[in-house]
Each structure stands twice: as C-alpha cells, then as structure tokens.
Nanobody, 123 residues
Framework: QEQPVESGGGSVQPGGSLRLACTSP????????VDWYRQPIGKPREWVSG???????GYADSVKGRFTISEDTAKDTVYLQMNSLTPQDTAMYSC?????????????????WGQGTQVTVSS
C-alpha cells in the first residue's frame, strides 16, 4: 500500500516533452524524500532527480535545465516534467519514496519503489 505508482511514459520524438507522475499514499505521511531514477536496458540504474520534504530539489547533470521535479500535495503526487528529450533519455523511469522507520527521524528509513514507466525517444 506504500508502493508508489508511476504514469505518463510513452514514445516521443527528439525535442519532445513528457510529464511523469508518481502517486503514493506515503505522501500523506511526513516522508523523508522522493527521487526519480532511470535504467536503460542493459545499463545501470541512474539517479535523475530528487525532492526533499523541506522543498529542496536536485538534478543529475545530464538532465539539469531540461527536467523539473514538483509536488502537488492536494493530489498526493510528485511530477517529473521532461523537456527537450533526446534518445539518451530512453529508459524505464521509476520513483522511490523514503519513509522514516520512526516518525520524524529520517536517519533510518525504508525505500518503497514503483514498478516504473517506459520512456522511449526516437525518430
């Protein structure tokens, strides 16, 4: 029940845009952070972007200036807006939420991974 669910993936041409969504009941709680990862077929998983519960955000150098992470608390959803997509962005995109083992203590947490949504960028 804490596992997030991703949506919004698809196939687009280079230069196109997509907005991914990550929804989880865990956002109702005082979560530690939410992150987006991606994994091309046959390659290691790569960190893309993250959002800390105090509002701080971060991005991998490969997507900085093109991707934007945001939160809609009313919908228990975190978004990843992806612009100026290239074939190198093709991957399975997953979100993960970190929840504290004890309320208010993010020194110890548990990760809940979604199953991912596929993004394909090609001509």
């Amino acid at each position: 029940q804490e596992q997030p669910v991703e949506s919004g993936g698809g196939s687009v041409q280079p230069g196109g845009s997509l907005r991914l969504a990550c929804t989880s009941p865990g956002f109702v709680s005082d979560y530690c952070r939410v992150d987006w990862y991606r994994q091309p077929i046959g390659k290691p998983r790569e960190w893309v972007s993250g959002l800390v519960n105090d509002g701080d955000t971060g991005y991998a150098d490969s997507v900085k200036g093109r991707f934007t992470i945001s939160e809609d608390t009313a919908k228990d959803t975190v978004y990843l807006q992806m612009n100026s997509l290239t074939p190198q962005d093709t991957a399975m995109y997953s979100c993960v939420i970190a929840l504290p083992l004890d309320p208010g203590d993010c020194q110890r947490f548990k990760l809940y991974w979604g199953q991912g949504t596929q993004v394909t960028v090609s001509s």
